[in-house]
């Protein structure tokens, strides 16, 4: 034993570099895939924080609904729950209108309520003014950002107009950009003393919204009750559908997913390739150890305890890096003033198990097949060091990696549902063990291809690289990490290139109009006067329910209304069939259009009657059939006007749309201006289209930065690769020099092997990532993302297939000079 | 006097440690264009680093070795490897095969790596595999061969390019008897036929018999 654990310590100190390598491939995939954990966690967050920005974390929220006769209450009917909640806060919800130095009107979201309150229900961060944490009769706070823009000091005094009145403000305090003052693209928020804005509307005590938490979130359910119950005139609901955050974490975990499973292969590769040499070096040890009598097993065993202990310094030092990762990412995506808000990143003690599983796990799987192999040497070559690699079964792998693709090109397009999911991770896996069977026959294909060219470019040189090349498992391997690299690559920046390019042409590409706008209490006769307004072409009011129940199946977040005679002109919706028909035949009764996506995730099909919960009661409609879209992600349906408009109960538009004979931004000033009464919320498509960007921006960023990033293991496995491949190939180019090649001759040898590595890795990887970007719908359709065009990043691939080219060439460096160091006798003799 | 290898006043030590480990010292020795030397000595007296830096593929530690009247020491590696192709054929003492080339892409070496065409030598390829009698065996790589097969391809690899100079350490240490006796009348006859230099380590008293000359070493001195 004593024996055993002095020669693995030996032989670690004695290769130095190898157990760099070694332990370095093994901590960055273990950091990679405790960060890839951490992250997803920490994405979903950063898009609940941007949903709950504007309306706080609490769990319930009772606002004014449609059908009281006062706009106010009071908290008193929610207070006998105190015992279930952890706050009951009263908020005054108003609204201003600011008039600039250039006499353009701002509107203003006016909070009434205490600071402190604010603070529990919706953080945010005092950047300047008084101490105090309460506010005096006309004090104000505003974010940093308004005070900016309108030019206001701490102790400005200023106007703003409430309800037609003039009141005086002073400011008091400024706010970093956070909670509800983080988005001000459309208006500006401000908090104002309850008391202040109680006046103004004559409200008494009353409160116009309440914000409910929940001590025990199970509650939710009862509460959402009693409180209904309770407030039976207002409404009272959940602030944010969990529905909604659980959807977009689908779309993000799924993109982890892959990276990590990316990671896992190449780490695999890396270490694999590692190993095998770790005991082709520990060959003659091994040798004398049987040869004296030692059982096979405990061959294993010294084998396996290295294995072990590598994983574990692989582990424990990757988990530190992927900390540090983590926290580094942390840093540089929240800006300063939040640091002190969510300054703890959330490292959870699973994630740190998981990961030094993996890494056990990692380093276990990776030396299993070169241990087994091993094992069934005879130990005659063992002692006799007379064991040489078989070459790589090409065909078996080519048949069984065709076989493997089949199921990947038959799968997602014929499993549907539930289980479609299933099926289309089970195509990426496939797709990724496919192209490593196929690499062997794939590099093959491609070296008898540049044969002939390398012959009449390189000479005999080029043909003795070809042939190295061909041989030479190491040199696969390093194809493999490259092609696998380049093909997830591939993936994932075209899938979240054309989620972005979707999200972002939502407006370009299907809305015909130019502004849209929403205003309170518009009617009919409203549309009617704003169609004589200067710049105005033609417009269309819709109606619009949100998150109706259909019974027994789900629910459809966004029910909009059309106008058979309008909605061509304004939206672009892709009909099955004629579109003039379909509006028709809508139109004809209690028929309701689906979204595609919609119509999966229900389970419906043409024909069937699905009841709506509408807020005026049940009603049945008939599924006349879907269409493709975006809007709602694919959470929508369409119903003819006049059933909508009843079946909500409102003559009121929820939207409006208006197509203009001016330039836009123009015509939303003049609207702004002569509607100003009504408070319109204006914006063009282009601000609606650059706000969605915005919002996407920071996600895509870090998902893409994140698969770069990955793509770092698989230099690191290419440079290592190269280097194990000259560490085993030492003894052959001591016997190339041997009998005469020239230094030169040994640089351009290893040098097109490089090369030629590069290229075909980038060839074979681009291939496979055109096989990656077909799936790429189908896993759009499986987590119900409505179809987007996915393109072929043709010009990002060429560019890749040069990077990886660079990679080899600049990996080959240090070979080269190693095997010239080489003492020819020393190598001949001893390796 | 035509020397092809010249050897003067030359040692070999190694760094073992703190410690110097002389190998060879005050080696003197000419060998003549033409000459069959054998160079026998106990097992660890030095026979094969003499002969390896013979071919150049060591540097002596002190002392100089002229190679067709050109010392190597001086040489730039591009001459150093074109002697090793065209003047010199090496046979190892352990074969040294590249394994994953078959017997005939290994013995066609240093022709490929001469830059010439692989077709103007097809001939003499079938010739030298004739002689050292491995026409069936063309195709195999060297795992698939005995070790008197593997060294019979380091002979014709040595033998390809007709160098003037053969140097083998131990070429017919692992061959029958049979096979060893044809080996050496191979030597004898290039050496008489076309006057090649050839210098071989051995073990044998009867091989050392083709030869014309035989040198000792012993404890890594010429007696
Ligand atoms: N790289 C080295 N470092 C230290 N000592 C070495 C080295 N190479 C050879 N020696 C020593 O030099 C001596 C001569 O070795 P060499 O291989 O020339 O012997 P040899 O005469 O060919 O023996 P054999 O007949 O067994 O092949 C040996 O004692 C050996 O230990
Ligand atoms: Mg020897």
């Given at each position: ?179 509800i003052f983080a988005d001000e693209a459309r208006y500006f928020s401000a908090i104002i003393p309850k008391e202040k804005l109680g006046t103004i509307y004559h409200a008494n005590d009353a409160v116009n919204v309440i914000h409910v938490k929940l001590k025990n979130p199970d509650d939710k359910e009862f509460m959402l009750n009693k409180l209904s119950q309770a407030y ?600 | 006097m035509n020397y092809v290898i010249q050897v003067e006043e030359m040692n070999k030590s190694y760094k073992m440690g703190s410690e110097q480990v002389v190998v060879l010292a005050e080696i003197n020795l000419n060998i003549e264009r033409g000459e069959f030397v054998s160079i026998m ?183």
């Open positions: 034993m004593e024996f055993i654990v002095k020669s693995v310590f030996k032989n670690m100190f004695e290769k130095k570099f190898r157990f760099f390598l070694i332990v370095l491939s093994i901590t960055v995939s273990t950091s990679l895939f405790f960060a890839s954990m951490a992250i997803s966690d920490t994405l979903g967050k950063i898009y609940e924080e941007k949903l709950k920005s504007s309306v706080g974390n609490g769990d319930i929220i009772i606002a004014n609904g449609n059908k009281a006769a006062t706009p106010f209450f009071h908290t008193d009917k929610a207070e006998a729950y105190e015992g279930r909640t952890s706050y009951i806060i009263g908020e005054l919800q108003g609204e201003a209108v600011y008039t600039t130095q250039d006499q353009k009107s701002v509107w203003v979201n006016l909070h009434g309520i205490d600071p402190s309150d604010m603070n529990r229900i919706n953080p945010f961060k005092i950047d300047q003014g008084k101490e105090s944490a309460s506010l005096d009769d006309n004090e104000i706070i505003l974010s940093s950002n308004t005070a900016e823009k309108y030019n206001l000091n701490i102790g400005d005094k200023f106007k703003l107009e409430v309800g037609g009145v003039k009141h005086n403000f002073v400011l008091s305090n400024t706010s970093y950009p956070i909670g039976s005139e207002y409404s009272v609901r959940e602030p944010i559908q969990q529905d909604d955050i659980n959807n977009q974490i689908s779309v993000m975990s799924t993109a982890f997913l892959v990276v990590m499973f990316v990671v896992s292969i190449m780490s695999i590769f890396i270490i694999y390739s590692s190993f095998k040499v770790v005991i082709l070096e520990r060959l003659p040890l091994i040798g004398t150890f049987r040869s004296i009598g030692a059982t096979k097993n405990k061959a294993n065993f010294m084998l396996i305890s290295e294995i072990f202990l590598y994983g574990i310094i692989g582990g424990l030092i990757g988990t530190l890096l992927g900390i540090g990762i983590l926290y580094g990412m942390s840093v540089i995506t929240t800006p300063e003033y939040l640091k002190d808000i969510d300054n703890d990143i959330q490292i959870s003690y699973l994630d740190v198990i998981a990961s030094f599983v993996f890494a056990s796990l990692l380093s276990l799987v990776s030396s299993i097949p070169s241990i087994i192999k091993l094992s069934k040497i005879p130990i005659k070559d063992i002692v006799l060091n007379t064991i040489a690699s078989k070459p790589v079964k090409r065909t078996i792998r080519f048949v069984v990696g065709i076989i493997l693709l089949i199921p990947v090109f038959v799968l997602p397009q014929f499993v549907t549902g539930q289980l479609a999911v299933v099926a289309v991770v089970i195509s990426i896996l496939l797709t990724g063990i496919a192209l490593t069977l196929l690499i062997p026959s794939g590099s093959e294909f491609f070296v008898l291809i540049f044969y002939p060219i390398y012959k009449l470019i390189f000479g005999n040189v080029g043909m003795l690289a070809v042939k190295n090349l061909r041989q030479n498992k190491n040199m696969l391997n390093t194809i493999s990490l490259l092609a696998i690299g380049v093909a997830s690559l591939i993936f994932i920046i075209s899938a979240s290139n054309s989620v972005l390019r979707a999200t972002t042409n939502l407006y370009t590409e299907t809305a015909s109009f130019d502004i849209e706008m929403s205003v309170a209490k518009a009617d009919k006769k409203f549309v009617k006067r704003m169609e004589d307004i200067d710049g105005v072409e033609d417009i269309y009011g819709t109606f619009r329910a949100m998150n109706i129940d259909v019974v027994g199946k789900g629910s459809i977040v966004a029910i909009d209304s059309v106008d058979k005679n309008k909605l061509n002109d304004f939206w672009d919706f892709e009909f099955r069939t004629d579109g003039k028909k379909v509006l028709e035949k809508l139109d004809s009764g209690k028929n309701i259009l689906l979204a595609t996506q919609t119509k999966e995730r229900l389970g419906v099909a043409e024909g069937d009657e699905i009841s709506l919960e509408f807020p005026e009661g049940e009603r049945t409609y008939k599924v006349l059939g879907d269409f493709p879209t975006l809007q709602f992600t694919g959470n929508y349906a369409l119903i003819s006007e006049k059933n909508l408009k009843k079946d909500i109960g409102t003559p009121y538009y929820s939207n409006i749309y208006v197509k203009t004979n001016k330039d836009p931004n123009q015509v939303v000033e003049t609207l702004e201006t002569k509607l100003k009464t009504s408070r319109p919320d204006i914006m063009t498509t282009k601000q609606l289209e650059e706000n969605n960007v915005k919002s996407n921006d920071q996600i895509f960023t870090i998902i893409k930065g994140f698969a770069l990033f990955s793509m770092l293991i698989g230099i690191i496995g290419v440079f290592n690769n190269l280097i194990v491949g000259i560490i085993e190939r030492r003894k052959s180019i001591a016997m190339f020099r041997s009998i005469g090649m020239s230094k030169m001759q040994i640089v351009k040898m290893i040098f097109i092997e490089s090369l030629t590595c590069g290229l075909i890795g980038g060839i074979i990887g681009s291939i496979g990532g055109y096989i990656f970007v077909w799936i790429i719908p189908y896993i759009f359709k499986a987590i119900y993302i409505p179809p987007i065009s996915v393109e072929y990043p043709l010009s990002q691939v060429i560019l890749f297939i040069l990077a990886t080219v660079v990679i080899t060439i600049s990996a080959s460096i240090s070979p080269i000079i190693q095997s010239l160091r080489v003492n020819i006798i020393t190598a001949i003799k001893y390796e | 000595g106990p097992s660890g007296s030095g026979k094969s680093t003499l002969l390896y830096l013979m071919g150049g593929l060591d540097k002596p530690s002190s002392g100089n070795i002229k190679i067709k009247g050109k010392e190597i020491s001086v040489m730039k590696d591009k001459e150093e490897s074109s002697i090793r192709r065209k003047d010199i054929g090496f046979v190892f003492q352990f074969y040294n095969l590249i394994p994953n080339l078959n017997v005939e892409d290994n013995i066609m070496l240093p022709i490929l790596l001469d830059g010439k065409k692989q077709k103007n030598y097809r001939k003499k390829l079938d010739e030298v595999i004739e002689i050292v009698g491995l026409s069936d065996r063309r195709k195999h790589t060297p795992r698939e061969l005995s070790g008197g097969q593997q060294q019979r391809v380091a002979i014709a690899r040595a033998l390809i390019n007709d160098p003037e100079i053969i140097l083998a350490d131990e070429p017919i240490g692992n061959l029958d008897s049979k096979a060893g006796d044809d080996i050496m009348e191979l030597f004898r006859k290039i050496n008489k036929e076309k006057g090649h230099t050839i210098i071989q380590v051995t073990h044998s008293k009867e091989a050392a018999t083709y030869g014309n000359r035989t040198v000792f070493l012993k404890d890594g001195k010429l007696q």
